[in-house]
């Protein structure tokens, strides 16, 4: 009898009820919110530096906004070496990770930030998802044999009725635009999201898997300061670096450091949830990102640029999962990357 009281009693139960706080599903979800939200923070900030045109200051922007990723990997990579873990991928595959780093930095980072000045978030960002998915679902199928099964076809579908329902909108959600700059905007957007999935297959072709997050991190976030930094500074000149306004120091800074967080959440989250859910919880950042463009940067919402919204959330949720692997690297697990798990792939 006191056996049972022990049991049914609130201090027993206590550790049962901790237990179901830190449940993985439940910790999974958070860390896909937080990284939506971090994501979202990461594109407002971008967004408010995007008022200074040009392919050179996308690609300074870029590499500041890389610094903090590089110091959070530098820690975590340090740490793993001290204590005897595999710190780095082997030195033959550090070359073509070195070729995909450097496509992400300009066809995806520098062209993202460039895409924000010309067609803003709520263009910008559902045609960067849309091309991502799209983009790494054929060509996971052309070099790596993954299978394109009905619920990718369809979401595939829904993608390229939002690019064209995005397209149509256009004129609409930017009216003083000229035709020039909203097709030079969609194409950049539409060039960031290709090179953010092709980066994907290429770490997965010759990485397969076998690397920690901050290695990757590491060496993506270093291709960064390195090969986007040192030409635009040559280009941009000390003085007017040394213009860069401090309100504009601290929007790089915040787009870095809420980049690092999201890049860590979601790819801790994939360790606990599956793609499926961690895509929708991404795919959220869309929708928030639409709002802080009405809100904050009085871009203009119709009727085609909402539905184009729509049917980009509505074929990320489409996404299923075909496959998940967790692998063990010195204590630390990471989840292979598949196509419908590309959203991830964004440093």
Known sequence: MNSQSRQTSPASSAPADLAAAYDPMIRGTMLGLISALAY?????????????????????????KAIPCFLVSVFLVSFRWMTG???????????????????????????????????????????VFSTLISVSAVLGRLFLGDPINKRTLASMGLLLLSIISLSLAADGSFPNATTFTIVTGM????????????????????LGGQFSVSSILLIMSTSGIVMLGIP????????????????????????????????????????????????????????????????????????????????????????????????????????????????????
């Open 40 to 64: 979202t923070g990461a594109n407002i900030a971008l967004r408010d530096l995007s008022g200074t045109d040009g392919l050179v200051w996308a690609c300074w922007v870029s590499a500041v």
């Open 85 to 127: 873990q595999q710190a780095f991928p082997p030195r033959h595959k550090l070359l073509p990770l070195l070729a995909a780093a450097t496509m992400m930095q300009y066809g995806g980072n520098a062209c993202f930030t460039w895409a924000l000045n010309k067609v803003g978030l709520i263009l910008t960002v559902p045609i």
């Open 187 to 206: 194409l950049l957007a539409g060039v960031s999201g290709m090179s953010y999935g092709a980066n994907s297959i290429v770490i997965r072709q010759f």
């Open 232 to 347: 635009a500074f040559f280009v941009m000149g000390p003085e007017r670096i040394a213009g860069i306004s401090s309100s504009q120091w601290s929007s790089m800074a915040w787009a870095g450091i809420s980049n690092a967080i999201a890049f860590y959440a979601v790819s801790s989250a994939l360790k606990h949830i599956p793609a499926v859910r961690a895509n929708l919880l991404n795919a959220s950042q869309t929708a928030m990102c639409a709002m802080a463009g009405i809100l904050i940067f009085d871009e203009k919402l119709t009727l085609l640029s909402a539905i184009g919204i729509g049917l980009t959330i509505a074929g990320l949720t489409l996404l299923g999962v075909r496959r998940k692997k967790n692998i063990p690297t010195g204590g630390i697990s990471v989840t292979e990357i598949s196509a419908d798990e590309a959203t991830s792939i964004r440093e």
